[in-house]
């Protein structure tokens, strides 16, 4: 029997709950870049299996002294799955099978398997409950990290003092105070397969006289068989604080983290034969301020009451050691100028590229032959993503059932390289490139692009550019805009954000007591109602928050092309019974 398209046996069976499915992908044919059509085929699982002993001991040895003991056990598996059929030249129109192709490939076949099992323990002591002492361990035992380096051992230490119960302070201002203090270690192994440099199977192929060959080739990454685990440790200490019945509270943490041995993939000579090592990249410290304050301004007897929090972090980071070579840079954009770098001495993570020359006074060297300015013959670092600080403001307005919150967000600096503002500046989509016919001169100083140095008059003053240049000129071509160096394109972030309104009500007991719900609750809301980045380009409306996301987690600060940010509105019943 013929079963043509669009006949109901056509259609695809429902599908049992948890059954997998393959990916597809159809081309049909008549089009000019895969004219025999084409039918792809991707099988995918990823399975992940967890498996927890956990003992717990309680135990209080008298009124005033406790104890609680944690011991456990862990064993996780991830498996990854993925086999991909190529079936090119589809025989029918509509017939979207890979047996109704020509020819069928088993173009990908890859397994990865992880394992990890662990043991640990957490021993917490109490005294007069004020006074808090825990320790805490693990061992881990990872399948991807060598033999001699597959087990690892992190510990960890804890102590607080409610010290207002301590001191027996029941009066006065404060109501609640607290000190505490931590030191903890954690390990992290590597990804699977980052260990043993193998060759990789390719397609096999038949000679004319009909003979196969079977083939592999190395990739372009070395793995290094002495992988260690990655180490962080963090020291912190802080304190908590409780005001006038409290309605003032204060939560203020400082601490200071160190990053051992971080796994990453570093450039390397292609002379090797490699363009990237796998290696344990130097020591990264991270040390910030976290201030939480809660605030009731109005508390009144008829139930208004409104709340208002302030959420402030400041973190700086910096590269103590980034290996033999003091530096490593990731790339991370596919543009062989332009990436990330670790720079011992710097932050963690700086933007790299191409900078323009200048002076001494900071003016822009200009050739005076083009009337353009011209880069520095080496890469240079052009900013840092990460933001200088971050606020959070959250207002909860409530009465009689009725809520009303808001919550406003800015963040402090942070540089990012915006492909999407040097796109639609250079093909003169945004308002303020509507002039597009007029000579402009770029503002500098003539410059010697040999010795990148500035032209003087017979003075000894540095000559003002007035050379002009077309639209074209000023942007194409290593002109001064999208084109030019990569710095033109590094934009300040700063950004306050409006994230969310919600507005409630919650249905009075009275209402509900002849109804078989225990409560009810109806509220609207909205999120990213509004934004600003004043430091972007004017008319581009460009949302910071929506960076093109690199696979590489420690590559930041670039926007290859993002879509645009979307507002979001919900309603949103909830009840009991």
Excluded: C
């Amino acid at each position: 029997m013929l079963i043509k398209p669009g006949n109901p046996l056509n259609k695809p069976l429902h599908r049992l709950p948890g059954n997998p499915q393959p990916r597809r992908s159809i081309t049909r044919k008549g089009g000019s870049a895969i004219p025999l059509g084409r039918i792809l085929t991707q099988d995918l699982t990823n399975t992940e299996m967890d498996y927890n002993f956990i003992a717990t001991v309680t135990k209080d040895f008298s009124e005033t002294f406790g104890f609680r003991a944690l011991i456990g056990a862990n064993a996780n598996e991830r498996a990854y799955n993925t086999r991909r059929v190529t079936g090119t030249d589809i025989i029918q129109t509509g017939l979207n099978l890979t047996s109704a192709t020509a020819t069928q490939i088993v173009d990908r076949d890859f397994r990865r398997l992880r394992r990890l099992y662990g043991v640990y323990t957490d021993l917490q002591f109490s005294f007069k409950d004020a006074y808090f002492l825990g320790f805490v361990a693990r061992n881990d035992w990872a399948s991807t990290l060598p033999s001699n380096n597959r087990s690892y051992f992190y510990p960890g230490v804890n102590a607080s003092v409610v010290f207002t119960d301590a001191l027996g302070i029941s009066s006065g201002p404060l109501g609640f105070g607290k000190i505490r203090a931590a030191y903890t270690k954690v390990g992290r192994e590597a990804d699977p397969y980052q260990v043993r440099t193998v060759y990789e199977l390719g397609s096999a192929y038949r000679d004319a006289a009909g003979a196969t060959f079977f083939n592999a080739s190395l990739s372009d990454l070395l793995k290094n068989s002495n992988l260690r685990p990655e180490f962080t440790t963090e020291f912190e200490v802080g304190t908590e604080l409780q005001f006038f019945k409290n309605r003032v509270n204060v939560d203020l943490t400082y601490f200071t983290r160190d990053s051992k041995d971080q796994i990453i993939s570093q450039r390397i000579a292609s002379s090797s034969g490699f363009t990237n090592k796998v290696v344990n990249a130097g020591t990264i410290n991270n040390r910030g301020i976290e201030l939480g304050l809660n605030l009731v301004p109005v508390r009144l007897a008829n139930g208004l009451e409104w709340n208002s929090y302030f959420a402030y972090t400041r973190i700086r980071t910096k590269v103590v050691d980034a290996g033999p070579q003091k530096e490593i840079f990731l790339g991370g954009t596919g543009l062989s100028s332009l990436g990330t770098i670790h720079r011992s001495g710097e932050p963690y993570g700086q933007i790299f590229g191409t900078k323009n020359a200048r002076d001494a006074e900071g003016n822009l060297l200009i050739n005076e032959t083009t009337g353009l300015p011209f880069t520095l013959p080496t890469s240079q670092i052009l900013g840092n993503p990460a933001p200088d600080f971050t606020l959070g403001w959250n207002n909860t307005i409530s009465f009689k059932g009725i809520t009303l919150g808001a919550l406003i967000d800015y963040r402090q600096g942070g540089k990012m390289w915006s492909s999407t503002a040097a796109s639609l500046l250079l093909r003169g989509q945004l308002k303020l490139s509507e002039d597009r016919e007029g000579l402009r001169v770029v503002p500098g100083v003539y410059g010697d692009p040999v010795t990148y140095e500035p032209i003087l008059d017979g003075d000894g003053k540095a000559i003002k550019n007035t050379t002009g240049v077309s639209a074209f000129d000023y942007h194409f071509t290593d002109g001064f805009g999208a084109y030019g160096a990569d710095e033109v394109s590094v934009y300040d972030i700063t950004t306050i954000r409006l994230r969310e309104v919600t507005l409630g009500y919650s249905l009075p007991k009275t209402l509900l007591n002849k109804t078989p719900f225990g409560s009810a609750r109806i509220s609207l809301s909205g999120r990213n109602l509004w934004f600003k980045a004043p430091n972007m380009l004017e008319g581009l409306n460009f949302d910071p928050e929506l960076l093109s996301t690199l696979p590489d987690l420690n590559i930041q600060g670039f926007d290859l092309g993002a879509t645009p940010s979307t507002r979001r509105y919900g309603v949103n019943l909830s009840v009991t019974f």
